[in-house]
């Protein structure tokens, strides 16, 4: 039996999450060694030239046709700006904390869902919101002399990620999704192209060259299978389940720093699991009631 929309929208988001928290890691490792803009070259090239491999030569030109090209164009210089924002925080910050102050953004899109989008968002949701929120400011403890000035960069990622993804779900409701990752990855490639000769650096490692193909890989699938999700499920609904990238980030932060995260820390994301899971009970439950009549 297939799945329900919105549970199957659930599941795409929260795998797309786990590719995000790859790309977070493989960015500062990356970010220690090249340059940003040739960081991000190869990101956006690798989308660009992945989704035009697949989508020309089995349905040609035509099928890249768009009747939203300025917002296509404004949705990849989004992106852009939220990865410059990213890259610039990883290499002041640990990959799990980063991500948490990065989870602020759930929270702008459930506001510009209920304003821009016109999507009901309950009270129960709005809870889970809260408590999603919480759990990060557990992580996080602002007010803390951990990270200085730092801090200030997610908060550009913050508002530019927002928009972006206000922007995905509004045109996932018409847009082909390969179309999609066509033009914020040729947006991406166009905008960086012109500064790679200038900024170019070989890597002498290995580690280095696997880093900067799992950025394009992961950035690519996950914005990919986002895209999906909004096409099956509204932001509002998704949006408790994009905290799951905080576990996803720590994990890949002891895995690949040695960093673990103190008891406060681990109370937080306890607190957004949790939430996260009335979350999946409630979409369930909501599903269930939606799908009775039409089967009595």
């Known amino acids: 039996m297939p799945l329900p929309g919105a549970v199957a929208?659930?599941?795409?988001?929260?795998?797309?999450?786990?590719?995000?928290?790859?790309?977070?890691?493989?960015?500062?490792?990356?970010?220690?060694?090249?340059?940003?803009?040739?960081?991000?070259?190869?990101?956006?090239?690798?989308?660009?030239?992945?989704?035009?491999?697949a989508i020309v030569p089995s349905r040609g030109f035509r099928a890249l046709r768009t009747t939203h090209w300025r917002f296509q164009c404004l949705r990849g210089l989004l992106l852009v700006m939220t990865s410059?924002?990213?890259?610039?925080?990883?290499?002041?910050?640990?990959?799990?904390?980063?991500?948490?102050i990065a989870m602020v953004t759930p929270l702008a899109i459930t506001l510009l869902a209920a304003t821009v989008l016109k999507e009901q968002v309950s009270a129960l949701r709005?809870?889970?919101?809260?408590?999603?929120?919480?759990?990060?400011l557990l992580v996080l403890r602002p007010g803390?002399?951990?990270?200085?000035?730092?801090?200030?960069?997610?908060?550009?990622?913050?508002?530019?990620?927002?928009?972006?993804?206000?922007?995905?779900?509004?045109?996932?409701?018409?847009?082909?999704?390969?179309?999609?990752?066509?033009?914020?990855?040729w947006v991406g490639t166009l905008l960086t192209t012109g500064a790679l000769p200038f900024v170019?650096?070989?890597?002498?490692?290995?580690?280095?060259?696997?880093?900067?193909?799992?950025?394009?890989?992961?950035?690519?699938?996950?914005?990919?299978?986002l895209t999906l999700a909004y096409g099956r499920a509204p932001?509002?609904?998704?949006?408790?389940?994009l905290y799951s990238q905080i576990g996803f980030a720590m994990l890949a932060g002891w895995v690949m720093f040695s960093h673990v995260p103190d008891a406060v820390s681990v109370t937080g994301m306890v607190l957004i699991a949790i939430c996260g899971g009335l979350g999946a009970w409630l979409t369930v439950r909501e599903s269930r009631i939606v799908v009775q009549p039409a089967e009595s």
């Open 126 to 136: 709005w809870l889970l919101v809260a408590g999603g929120f919480s759990g990060t």
């Open 235 to 241: 932001a509002s609904t998704l949006m408790p389940f």
């Open 84 to 100: 410059v924002f990213s890259f610039f925080s990883l290499r002041h910050m640990p990959v799990g904390e980063f991500t948490a």
């Open 200 to 225: 170019w650096v070989t890597p002498d490692k290995g580690s280095v060259w696997l880093a900067l193909g799992l950025m394009g890989l992961m950035g690519t699938v996950g914005h990919y299978l």
């Open 144 to 185: 803390g002399d951990s990270f200085g000035w730092a801090i200030l960069l997610p908060l550009g990622l913050v508002l530019s990620n927002a928009w972006f993804q206000v922007l995905t779900s509004r045109l996932a409701q018409t847009e082909d999704p390969m179309v999609m990752q066509f033009y914020s990855g």
């Open 9 to 53: 929208g659930i599941l795409l988001a929260v795998t797309a999450t786990a590719c995000f928290a790859t790309l977070d890691t493989s960015t500062k490792v990356a970010g220690a060694s090249v340059p940003v803009v040739m960081a991000l070259w190869f990101r956006y090239a690798f989308q660009a030239w992945s989704t035009t491999a």
